[in-house]
Structures are given as C-alpha cells and as structure tokens.
C-alpha cells in the first residue's frame, strides 16, 4: 500500500505542481480588515480559492469564520489535524521576477513569497490526503488539513479556531524543518519605556544592555544554554514610536530552563525606578517526547523517502505549535535550506514538493492508523 501512495504522489505530481502556483499567485499579505476579511481582501481571496481547490479535489470543506478553512477527509470527532497558513510577508525589494507570478525556472525552482512560507508546504498535504482519497485508502482516524490566515502577525486565526473547534489528538505544522522538531524555544517580545524627562537613564540602560549586549543577552545576565535548546538569542531590537514616550523593543527565544517570570525578574533587576518594563507577549517553551509515537513515526517517515537520519531536533523558531495543542513542526526545509522564507526571491525546488508530499502520504497514512 505504501508504494503504491509514492507512485501515486508521481502521478498526480504535476496538478500538484499547477495547485500550489495557483494559490501562490495570489498576494496574500495582511491588509485593512473589512467586513468578513477578518485580515483583508488578499488573505480572504487565498482562503476561499484554496478551500475552492479542496473542493475541486472532492474534499468536504469548512470555512471557520474566515479565519481557518478546512478540507476533511474521513468522520469522527478525533482528527489529524495538519496546519499551514496561507497569509504571507510582505515581498520586500530584490525579486528578480515578479513576487506572485509563480515564475519556474528551468531547473524546476519556483519562485514567489509564500512557495515555503507556507503555501506550497500546506498544499503538498492536501495533495498527500488527496492520493490516499484517490486509492481509496481508508483511515481509523479522520484528518483534517487546516489553512490558516494570521500565522505571521499574530496567531489570532488559531486563538478563534480553539475557542469554537476541539484541538487535533495529534498532527504537525508544516511550517519548520526536517527533521521532525520535538521542542520549540519559549518567544518573548519585551519593552523598555520611559517618560521624555528620563532619555539619559534610558539611553544609558539600552546603550549598556542592550545595543552593546552579544546575540546572547549577555549584558542583562540571560545568557543560558542547555544542551537540547542551545543558548539563548537576543533578536529584533528596535526603537518603537510612542506618543510621549520612550520605547525599545527587543525579543528573547529562550531554552525551556528558565521561565519567562525569571527573565522579567532579571531585567527588572538592571533597571532604575524610572523605567518600566512590559512583555507584550510570550509563548512558553513547546516540547515533546522524542520517542513519543508522533515522533518516531515522523521521524521513520521522513528517514524511508530521504534516506536520511530522521533523529528530533529542537528549533529556535516559533509555529503554531506554540498553541495549537497535540501538534509538531515538520518540515518542509531540508537540512541545509535556510535563509529562504521572509527574503527576496523566496524559493521551492518541484522536486522538493514533491518529496514534501511523499514525506507527508506516508505520515498521514500511518499516524491516522496508529494510536
């Protein structure tokens, strides 16, 4: 049976191919919400042509209140759920093509803002669940491939999808890397404010702590590491503009040893009483067994196509695993492939799909048989 879904992945690999470029033709970067376009015209229009394809392929679809659509195959309340986001970052300067026009080269590269980031990634899953529907392959567990809308600027998709739908019993997000990741870091975005009458002693602190600070927050006494998570990393400081006010921005990915109450408490301990900080907001650090039987089945997956060793690893990113419960990242970048997503010329070779579908068949198949 299992070779028979890879042969039928290559068989059905070119509407596959023709699927995604007619999604990823479409600009979906958040705009001006408006009545039932919750984050704009352009992410509506992804959603409702994706959920289109799904029903073109014979799916049973579900617009969740134009946040989440969701194409289901099989019956039951216990689903696989697989979650991707079709809303993208904006394109940036520096394409050589046009940043929606799904331009393939003639090594098989396709090129356009969201081919990785996240739509090919998500429709490759479609199509994975669309082969087993096809062979008439039948599954103990229903599967759910679930599109999300607000994975780059907030999460709020999701956040409304689990106040009105059941989590999945378990599943992945196909928005990382190989192999499968078992844990991801704690995110949190702080800020450091002051009144206009306190910029020396707020200069004086962001100059000290953190403008001069490594990458590893070591000027503010953060500099932790454990042997699964790595050290921690300082990123995306930043001035912000406030009326009245003093702001720097910064944000910690922090490994599951510390807790985000004792990085507020360490901070706190550097600053003067007239500064004030406040986290606007944090994900807890995500972890799982790595000899779990989500894991090691992603992991056997991902090691019978590539041929490479499928061992979990962690991630200093941060998906929608970070709320969704049950669910890990899993690909679709494969070792070596980094710098990709969030650029110009954001890319996916024809055949990585392809493999991706491969990986994905596989694990549907045996995740939605197992437990």
């Not at 392929?57 to 697989?82: P, Q, R």
């Not at 709020?156 to 190989?178: A, F, N, Q, R, S």
């Amino acid at each position: 049976m299992e070779e028979k879904l890879l042969e039928k992945i290559d068989e059905i690999s070119d509407q596959m191919i023709e699927g995604i470029k007619r999604i990823i033709r479409i600009d979906s970067v958040e705009d001006t919400p408006c009545e039932d376009m919750p984050f704009g015209k352009g992410v509506n229009d992804a959603l409702e042509e994706t959920l289109k394809l799904a029903h073109e392929l014979g799916f049973e679809t579900e617009n969740v209140d134009h946040m989440v659509g969701i194409a289901k195959y099989g019956s039951g309340d216990d689903y696989i759920g697989i979650m991707g986001h079709l809303d993208v970052v904006p394109v940036g300067d520096g394409w050589k093509k046009p940043p929606f026009s799904a331009y393939e080269d003639e090594n098989g590269r396709i090129y356009s803002r969201g081919i990785l980031d996240n739509k090919g990634p998500i429709l490759a899953n479609l199509y994975a669940l669309y082969a087993i529907k096809e062979l008439q392959i039948q599954l103990k567990h229903p599967v759910w491939v679930l599109f999300g809308t607000n994975e780059e600027t907030g999460f709020h998709d999701l956040e409304h999808y689990l106040k009105v739908k059941k989590p999945p019993i378990m599943g992945w997000t196909p928005d990382c890397k190989y192999p499968v990741v078992y844990a991801e870091r704690g995110r949190g975005v702080y800020q450091i404010k002051a009144d206009m009458n306190h910029q020396k002693e707020f200069n004086a602190f962001v100059n000290e702590y953190l403008l001069s600070s490594d990458d590893h927050a070591n000027k503010l006494g953060l500099a932790i590491q454990d042997e699964e998570f790595g050290i921690m990393q300082l990123r995306n400081k930043k001035l912000v503009d406030e009326e009245g006010k003093l702001v720097f921005e910064f944000s910690l990915s922090y490994p599951a040893v510390i807790t985000n109450e004792e990085i507020l408490k360490q901070i706190q301990s550097k600053l003067s009483d007239h500064l004030k900080l406040i986290c606007t907001s944090n994900y807890d650090p995500v972890r799982f067994e790595k000899d779990c039987f989500l894991c090691q089945t992603l992991k056997e997956t991902y090691e019978k196509v590539t041929g490479m060793d499928g061992t979990p690893v962690t991630t200093t990113g941060g998906t929608y695993a970070k709320i969704m419960p049950n669910i890990v990242p899993f690909g679709p970048s494969f070792p070596g492939q980094k710098g990709i997503g969030h650029n110009p010329n954001e890319w996916m070779d024809r055949s990585d799909l392809i493999k991706n579908a491969k990986i994905y068949a596989l694990s549907i198949l045996r995740v939605a048989n197992g437990e």
